[in-house]
Protein backbone atom coordinates (compact mmCIF):
# COMPACT_ATOMS: atom_id res chain seq x y z
CA UNK A 1 0.00 0.00 0.00
CA UNK A 2 1.47 3.21 -0.96
CA UNK A 3 1.93 6.02 1.88
CA UNK A 4 -0.28 7.90 0.81
CA UNK A 5 -3.58 5.62 0.60
CA UNK A 6 -3.81 6.10 4.03
CA UNK A 7 -3.49 9.78 4.57
CA UNK A 8 -6.77 11.28 4.90
CA UNK A 9 -6.27 14.12 1.52
CA UNK A 10 -9.65 14.31 -0.56
CA UNK A 11 -8.25 17.73 -2.61
CA UNK A 12 -7.24 15.90 -5.64
CA UNK A 13 -10.37 14.02 -5.86
CA UNK A 14 -12.84 17.38 -4.81
CA UNK A 15 -10.82 19.09 -7.53
CA UNK A 16 -11.04 16.57 -10.33
CA UNK A 17 -12.77 17.63 -13.70
CA UNK A 18 -12.26 17.12 -17.67
CA UNK A 19 -10.19 19.98 -17.70
CA UNK A 20 -6.40 20.94 -17.86
CA UNK A 21 -5.29 22.49 -15.01
CA UNK A 22 -1.30 24.02 -14.48
CA UNK A 23 0.45 22.89 -11.70
CA UNK A 24 2.23 25.62 -9.46
CA UNK A 25 3.00 24.08 -6.50
CA UNK A 26 3.94 20.79 -5.19
CA UNK A 27 0.87 20.22 -3.29
CA UNK A 28 -0.56 20.42 -7.46
CA UNK A 29 1.31 17.42 -8.73
CA UNK A 30 -0.83 14.03 -9.10
CA UNK A 31 0.09 12.13 -6.24
CA UNK A 32 1.36 9.08 -8.86
CA UNK A 33 3.98 11.11 -9.89
CA UNK A 34 5.09 12.73 -6.86
CA UNK A 35 7.93 10.85 -6.58
CA UNK A 36 9.41 12.19 -10.00
CA UNK A 37 12.26 14.69 -9.17
CA UNK A 38 10.86 17.61 -10.25
CA UNK A 39 11.72 21.20 -9.09
CA UNK A 40 9.07 23.91 -10.32
CA UNK A 41 11.14 26.62 -10.01
CA UNK A 42 13.09 25.22 -13.32
CA UNK A 43 10.14 24.65 -15.35
CA UNK A 44 8.20 27.11 -17.73
CA UNK A 45 5.17 25.11 -17.79
CA UNK A 46 3.28 22.24 -15.75
CA UNK A 47 0.36 20.78 -17.01
CA UNK A 48 -1.60 17.77 -15.60
CA UNK A 49 -4.14 15.99 -18.03
CA UNK A 50 -6.74 14.04 -16.59
CA UNK A 51 -8.18 10.48 -16.96
CA UNK A 52 -11.44 10.57 -19.15
CA UNK A 53 -13.61 9.25 -16.84
CA UNK A 54 -16.69 10.40 -15.27
CA UNK A 55 -17.30 12.25 -11.86
CA UNK A 56 -19.24 9.35 -10.53
CA UNK A 57 -16.16 6.51 -11.64
CA UNK A 58 -13.45 8.47 -9.41
CA UNK A 59 -12.94 8.42 -5.99
CA UNK A 60 -10.49 9.24 -3.46
CA UNK A 61 -8.25 6.28 -4.37
CA UNK A 62 -8.29 6.71 -8.32
CA UNK A 63 -5.26 7.68 -9.74
CA UNK A 64 -7.36 11.18 -11.68
CA UNK A 65 -4.77 12.10 -14.30
CA UNK A 66 -3.62 10.48 -17.70
CA UNK A 67 -0.57 12.70 -17.86
CA UNK A 68 1.88 15.40 -16.48
CA UNK A 69 3.62 17.36 -19.45
CA UNK A 70 6.65 19.62 -17.89
CA UNK A 71 8.18 22.01 -20.29
CA UNK A 72 11.87 22.97 -19.27
CA UNK A 73 14.67 25.15 -20.90
CA UNK A 74 15.22 22.70 -23.27
CA UNK A 75 13.28 19.79 -22.51
CA UNK A 76 9.87 18.73 -23.00
CA UNK A 77 8.98 15.44 -20.01
CA UNK A 78 5.56 13.22 -20.07
CA UNK A 79 4.97 11.35 -17.50
CA UNK A 80 1.90 8.60 -18.85
CA UNK A 81 -0.03 6.23 -16.04
CA UNK A 82 0.46 3.07 -17.07
CA UNK A 83 -2.95 1.56 -18.80
CA UNK A 84 -4.00 -2.11 -17.92
CA UNK A 85 -6.57 -3.71 -20.25
CA UNK A 86 -8.72 -5.31 -17.73
CA UNK A 87 -8.38 -2.26 -15.68
CA UNK A 88 -11.28 -0.75 -14.05
CA UNK A 89 -11.88 3.04 -13.68
CA UNK A 90 -10.58 2.74 -9.76
CA UNK A 91 -8.22 0.14 -10.46
CA UNK A 92 -4.56 1.00 -9.93
CA UNK A 93 -2.44 -0.76 -12.24
CA UNK A 94 0.76 0.98 -10.89
CA UNK A 95 3.17 3.10 -11.62
CA UNK A 96 3.88 5.48 -14.98
CA UNK A 97 6.22 5.73 -17.99
CA UNK A 98 8.82 8.70 -18.49
CA UNK A 99 9.07 9.59 -21.77
CA UNK A 100 11.43 12.77 -22.79
CA UNK A 101 12.05 14.99 -25.93
CA UNK A 102 14.65 17.68 -26.27
CA UNK A 103 13.03 20.62 -27.58
CA UNK A 104 15.14 21.13 -30.62
CA UNK A 105 14.10 17.61 -31.98
CA UNK A 106 11.11 18.98 -32.21
CA UNK A 107 9.55 19.51 -35.73
CA UNK A 108 6.20 19.47 -35.76
CA UNK A 109 3.17 19.95 -33.07
CA UNK A 110 -0.31 19.09 -34.63
CA UNK A 111 -3.48 19.68 -32.59
CA UNK A 112 -6.91 18.17 -33.52
CA UNK A 113 -10.38 18.69 -31.82
CA UNK A 114 -13.52 17.26 -33.03
CA UNK A 115 -15.77 18.33 -30.20
CA UNK A 116 -15.10 17.01 -26.79
CA UNK A 117 -12.23 14.41 -28.43
CA UNK A 118 -8.73 16.05 -28.38
CA UNK A 119 -5.52 14.54 -29.72
CA UNK A 120 -2.01 16.26 -29.81
CA UNK A 121 0.84 15.06 -31.95
CA UNK A 122 4.25 15.88 -30.86
CA UNK A 123 6.89 14.72 -34.43
CA UNK A 124 10.38 14.45 -33.31
CA UNK A 125 13.19 14.40 -35.87
CA UNK A 126 13.82 10.60 -35.71
CA UNK A 127 9.99 10.50 -36.74
CA UNK A 128 8.82 9.47 -33.57
CA UNK A 129 5.18 10.88 -32.23
CA UNK A 130 4.35 11.15 -29.03
CA UNK A 131 0.96 11.72 -28.71
CA UNK A 132 -2.08 12.25 -25.80
CA UNK A 133 -5.88 12.71 -26.08
CA UNK A 134 -7.39 14.89 -24.04
CA UNK A 135 -10.61 17.22 -23.39
CA UNK A 136 -11.56 19.39 -26.23
CA UNK A 137 -12.82 21.71 -23.45
CA UNK A 138 -9.60 22.13 -22.13
CA UNK A 139 -8.39 23.45 -25.85
CA UNK A 140 -6.67 26.67 -24.19
CA UNK A 141 -4.08 25.27 -22.07
CA UNK A 142 -2.90 22.46 -24.73
CA UNK A 143 -2.61 25.93 -27.05
CA UNK A 144 -0.20 27.67 -24.37
CA UNK A 145 1.58 24.44 -23.94
CA UNK A 146 2.06 24.16 -27.53
CA UNK A 147 2.78 28.43 -27.48
CA UNK A 148 5.87 27.10 -24.90
CA UNK A 149 7.14 24.34 -27.38
CA UNK A 150 6.55 27.14 -30.00
CA UNK A 151 9.30 29.22 -28.67
CA UNK A 152 11.88 26.36 -28.51
CA UNK A 153 14.90 25.39 -26.37
CA UNK A 154 15.31 28.30 -23.48
CA UNK A 155 12.36 29.75 -23.68
CA UNK A 156 13.27 32.26 -26.81
CA UNK A 157 12.37 32.53 -30.20
CA UNK A 158 15.20 31.88 -32.44
CA UNK A 159 15.16 35.49 -33.15
CA UNK A 160 13.32 38.82 -34.34
CA UNK A 161 10.72 37.73 -37.15
CA UNK A 162 11.81 39.04 -40.76
CA UNK A 163 9.02 40.52 -42.31
CA UNK A 164 7.16 38.51 -45.24
CA UNK A 165 7.80 39.91 -48.96
CA UNK A 166 4.28 41.21 -49.89
CA UNK A 167 4.46 38.87 -52.61
CA UNK A 168 3.83 35.93 -50.60
CA UNK A 169 0.57 37.70 -48.98
CA UNK A 170 -2.63 36.63 -50.41
CA UNK A 171 -3.39 40.31 -51.13
CA UNK A 172 -0.37 42.85 -50.71
CA UNK A 173 -1.39 45.81 -48.28
CA UNK A 174 -4.31 43.97 -46.80
CA UNK A 175 -4.37 43.73 -43.26
CA UNK A 176 -4.34 39.53 -42.24
CA UNK A 177 -7.83 39.53 -41.28
CA UNK A 178 -9.05 41.69 -44.25
CA UNK A 179 -6.94 38.93 -46.15
CA UNK A 180 -9.09 35.82 -44.52
CA UNK A 181 -12.18 37.28 -44.22
CA UNK A 182 -13.07 39.02 -47.05
CA UNK A 183 -11.87 35.78 -49.02
CA UNK A 184 -14.82 34.04 -47.74
CA UNK A 185 -18.13 33.83 -49.51
CA UNK A 186 -21.61 33.63 -47.72
CA UNK A 187 -21.74 30.25 -48.79
CA UNK A 188 -18.54 29.81 -47.00
CA UNK A 189 -20.10 30.25 -43.73
CA UNK A 190 -19.47 26.85 -41.52
CA UNK A 191 -15.54 27.44 -42.43
CA UNK A 192 -15.55 30.73 -40.49
CA UNK A 193 -14.20 28.76 -37.61
CA UNK A 194 -11.16 28.10 -39.22
CA UNK A 195 -10.11 31.62 -40.03
CA UNK A 196 -11.09 32.30 -36.55
CA UNK A 197 -9.05 29.60 -35.25
CA UNK A 198 -5.87 32.21 -36.73
CA UNK A 199 -7.12 35.19 -35.80
CA UNK A 200 -7.10 33.76 -32.45
CA UNK A 201 -3.62 32.84 -32.36
CA UNK A 202 -2.36 35.97 -34.67
CA UNK A 203 -3.99 37.99 -32.52
CA UNK A 204 -1.13 37.01 -29.78
CA UNK A 205 1.50 37.05 -32.67
CA UNK A 206 0.70 39.85 -34.82
CA UNK A 207 3.69 38.55 -36.66
CA UNK A 208 1.47 35.54 -38.09
CA UNK A 209 0.49 36.69 -42.04
CA UNK A 210 -2.18 34.66 -43.47
CA UNK A 211 -0.52 33.40 -46.59
CA UNK A 212 -3.06 31.11 -48.38
CA UNK A 213 -6.80 30.21 -48.02
CA UNK A 214 -8.91 27.90 -49.74
CA UNK A 215 -12.78 27.28 -48.58
CA UNK A 216 -14.02 23.57 -48.75
CA UNK A 217 -14.45 21.87 -52.59
CA UNK A 218 -16.32 19.19 -53.46
CA UNK A 219 -14.13 16.31 -55.21
CA UNK A 220 -14.68 14.22 -58.39
CA UNK A 221 -12.87 10.35 -58.33
CA UNK A 222 -9.91 10.19 -60.59
CA UNK A 223 -10.34 7.08 -62.00
CA UNK A 224 -11.69 5.96 -65.23
CA UNK A 225 -13.47 2.88 -67.23
CA UNK A 226 -15.96 0.05 -65.00
CA UNK A 227 -13.58 0.70 -61.80
CA UNK A 228 -14.08 4.23 -61.82
CA UNK A 229 -17.82 4.52 -62.69
CA UNK A 230 -17.99 2.27 -59.38
CA UNK A 231 -16.38 4.19 -57.59
CA UNK A 232 -18.42 7.47 -58.47
CA UNK A 233 -21.82 6.11 -57.76
CA UNK A 234 -22.00 6.59 -54.44
CA UNK A 235 -20.48 10.52 -54.54
CA UNK A 236 -23.56 12.42 -55.54
CA UNK A 237 -25.60 11.68 -52.34
CA UNK A 238 -22.12 10.67 -50.70
CA UNK A 239 -19.55 13.52 -52.09
CA UNK A 240 -15.98 13.32 -50.70
CA UNK A 241 -15.31 17.45 -50.15
CA UNK A 242 -11.53 18.65 -49.16
CA UNK A 243 -12.07 20.57 -46.02
CA UNK A 244 -11.17 24.97 -46.02
CA UNK A 245 -7.70 25.43 -44.11
CA UNK A 246 -5.28 28.32 -44.10
CA UNK A 247 -1.94 28.49 -44.46
CA UNK A 248 0.21 31.28 -42.21
CA UNK A 249 3.97 31.93 -41.44
CA UNK A 250 5.71 34.22 -39.37
CA UNK A 251 9.73 34.29 -39.68
CA UNK A 252 10.15 31.11 -38.02
CA UNK A 253 7.27 29.28 -38.21
CA UNK A 254 4.77 27.41 -40.98
CA UNK A 255 1.16 27.29 -39.53
CA UNK A 256 -2.00 25.46 -41.47
CA UNK A 257 -5.40 25.93 -39.65
CA UNK A 258 -7.87 23.51 -40.80
CA UNK A 259 -10.46 20.33 -39.70
CA UNK A 260 -9.50 16.88 -38.42
CA UNK A 261 -9.45 14.96 -41.51
CA UNK A 262 -8.66 16.94 -44.79
CA UNK A 263 -10.89 14.72 -47.09
CA UNK A 264 -14.27 14.00 -45.81
CA UNK A 265 -17.32 11.62 -47.30
CA UNK A 266 -20.77 12.61 -47.08
CA UNK A 267 -22.67 15.76 -46.49
CA UNK A 268 -22.78 15.83 -42.15
CA UNK A 269 -21.55 18.92 -40.94
CA UNK A 270 -17.96 19.34 -39.94
CA UNK A 271 -17.20 20.44 -36.18
CA UNK A 272 -13.34 19.81 -35.93
CA UNK A 273 -10.39 21.88 -35.95
CA UNK A 274 -6.63 21.24 -36.41
CA UNK A 275 -3.58 23.41 -35.86
CA UNK A 276 -0.31 22.23 -37.60
CA UNK A 277 3.02 23.77 -36.40
CA UNK A 278 6.43 23.31 -38.08
CA UNK A 279 9.49 25.06 -37.59
CA UNK A 280 11.08 26.17 -40.80
CA UNK A 281 14.47 25.53 -39.64
CA UNK A 282 13.74 21.67 -39.69
CA UNK A 283 11.87 21.88 -42.85
CA UNK A 284 14.35 19.36 -45.58
CA UNK A 285 12.08 18.54 -48.24
CA UNK A 286 8.85 19.02 -49.92
CA UNK A 287 7.13 16.03 -52.07
CA UNK A 288 3.49 17.34 -54.09
CA UNK A 289 1.80 14.88 -56.09
CA UNK A 290 -1.84 14.11 -57.56
CA UNK A 291 -4.10 12.17 -55.28
CA UNK A 292 -4.24 9.19 -56.33
CA UNK A 293 -7.69 8.87 -56.11
CA UNK A 294 -9.73 12.47 -56.57
CA UNK A 295 -9.16 14.94 -59.47
CA UNK A 296 -8.35 18.46 -58.28
CA UNK A 297 -6.10 17.52 -54.98
CA UNK A 298 -2.97 17.53 -54.40
CA UNK A 299 -1.00 15.31 -51.64
CA UNK A 300 1.53 17.40 -50.24
CA UNK A 301 4.31 15.53 -47.98
CA UNK A 302 6.45 18.29 -45.64
CA UNK A 303 9.92 16.11 -44.58
CA UNK A 304 11.77 16.86 -41.36
CA UNK A 305 14.11 14.45 -40.55
CA UNK A 306 12.28 10.82 -40.44
CA UNK A 307 9.04 12.86 -40.05
CA UNK A 308 6.65 13.14 -42.87
CA UNK A 309 3.58 15.41 -42.55
CA UNK A 310 0.76 15.08 -44.79
CA UNK A 311 -1.99 17.61 -46.34
CA UNK A 312 -4.44 17.64 -49.13
CA UNK A 313 -4.54 21.01 -50.96
CA UNK A 314 -6.53 21.98 -54.11
CA UNK A 315 -4.62 21.12 -57.28
CA UNK A 316 -3.15 24.99 -58.56
CA UNK A 317 -3.79 26.90 -55.57
CA UNK A 318 -2.28 29.01 -53.97
CA UNK A 319 -1.19 27.22 -50.39
CA UNK A 320 -0.01 24.69 -53.25
CA UNK A 321 2.18 26.96 -54.80
CA UNK A 322 3.21 28.19 -52.10
CA UNK A 323 4.11 24.60 -50.05
CA UNK A 324 6.04 23.57 -52.80
CA UNK A 325 9.02 25.96 -52.43
CA UNK A 326 8.28 26.63 -48.11
CA UNK A 327 11.32 24.26 -47.85
CA UNK A 328 13.27 27.19 -49.42
CA UNK A 329 11.82 29.73 -46.83
CA UNK A 330 14.32 31.57 -44.64
CA UNK A 331 14.28 31.73 -41.05
CA UNK A 332 14.75 33.45 -38.42
Not at 18 to 29: K, L, M, R, Y
Not at 88 to 116: C, K, N, S, W
Not at 283 to 301: E, G, I, W
Amino acid sequence: MRPWAVVSDNREHDAFGPWVDEVHTPQDVPRLYRDHPLNLDDTRLVLKVPRNITRREATAETDLYEHLLVVQAELLTVLSRHQSAHETPTGRPGGYRTRQVALHDIVAVRDEVDLLDGHLHVHTRDGGVLSLSYNGSARERVQRLIDELRTGPHGHHAGAPRPIASAQRTAPGAGAEELTIAALSPDDVADVAVVADYLQVARQRPDLIALAWHGRQVLRPRLTGLVGALHHLPHPRSPVTLQAALLARDGTHLEVFGRRERLVRGQRPVHSSSRLLLPLRTLDRVRARPNPRYRRATDVTLQAGDAHLHLTVPTGSLAERLLRVSATWPSS
